[in-house]
């Protein structure tokens, strides 16, 4: 009877041993279990992550690519701008070049209109040959030129004129073959070639101007050289050759009618005082 309760205690505490045996595996297996579930949410997490990485990296390289052709497309029309700009540029440069050059032509032209009218205003026959050389000089711009008149036999040309020339202007050049000769017999404008020296005198003129009144070829100007600051002639001067050749013939030719009556009606007002004294 006494070992009764010894046993009973024995096996109680084998039970409770038991109990926490079973109780211990219990852990380790749901242990286990959920290492395994947190292992596969992690993975599952990586592939969320890396499947998100995908598709935000492939998003990036789609706006990446949208980028690069916006701003490919900006290229092109800041290079078409820069374009546009460079052409409206040059207009403007030609513009506002024609507008000078318009405004020179302009300014030469006046200043050729007072001149003429100067050469119209007077019948001193040396006055007109020294407003022509101022024309020359001032608005065609030579340094070296000579003025002629066709000769009452219509054969030579006679100096009256010149600036820069004292030595080696002829008195009297024949209407002949020569540049000079040919411009008065036909009565044409002559411009030198653009390859032929206009700063250095040569045989020939670099231009020659006919003085007319109506068709008829009256004088000369022969333009030798121009001046250093003018290259070459521009176009605003075969306009002022017309104009030139127009004014300038016509008012020599007054002038010289009018020197010939002057002195026609002095040797008559001499010889009626000579008779009257008689």
Do not use: W
């Not at 041993?17 to 992690?42: C, I, P, S």
């Not at 499947?51 to 290229?75: H, P, T």
């Amino acid at each position: 009877m006494t070992d009764r309760p010894g046993r009973d205690s024995a096996a109680r505490v084998l039970e409770l041993f038991e109990q926490g045996r079973q109780f211990t595996e219990d852990l380790l297996k749901e242990n286990e279990r959920l290492r395994a579930a947190v292992a596969q949410a992690r993975t599952e997490v990586r592939e969320l992550e890396n499947q998100y990485v995908k598709v935000d990296v492939a998003r990036l390289q789609r706006r990446l690519l949208s980028v690069e052709d916006e701003l490919q497309g900006l290229r092109e029309e800041n290079t078409e701008l820069k374009a546009r700009f460079r052409s409206v540029e040059d207009e403007n440069r030609e513009f506002a070049d024609r507008y000078v050059q318009v405004e020179r032509q302009n300014s030469d032209l006046v200043s050729l209109f007072v001149a003429s009218q100067r050469l119209h205003s007077t019948l001193d026959y040396d006055e007109v040959v020294r407003i022509v050389k101022e024309i020359v000089i001032n608005l065609i711009g030579s340094e070296e030129f000579a003025i002629y008149v066709v000769e009452s036999t219509g054969t030579n040309l006679v100096l009256v004129g010149q600036e820069g020339m004292a030595e080696t202007a002829t008195p009297s050049v024949p209407i002949d073959g020569s540049i000079l000769g040919q411009c008065a017999q036909r009565g044409e404008i002559y411009v030198a070639p653009a390859d032929v020296p206009k700063h250095t005198m040569g045989p020939e003129p670099i231009a020659c101007v006919p003085l007319k009144v109506s068709e008829d070829v009256v004088g000369m100007v022969a333009i030798h050289t121009l001046l250093r600051q003018k290259p070459e002639f521009r176009s605003i001067d075969l306009e002022m050759f017309e104009l030139l050749g127009g004014h300038a013939g016509s008012a020599l030719f007054v002038s010289s009618l009018y020197a010939v009556s002057e002195c026609k009606r002095n040797t008559l007002e001499g010889l009626i005082s000579l008779l009257k004294t008689r």
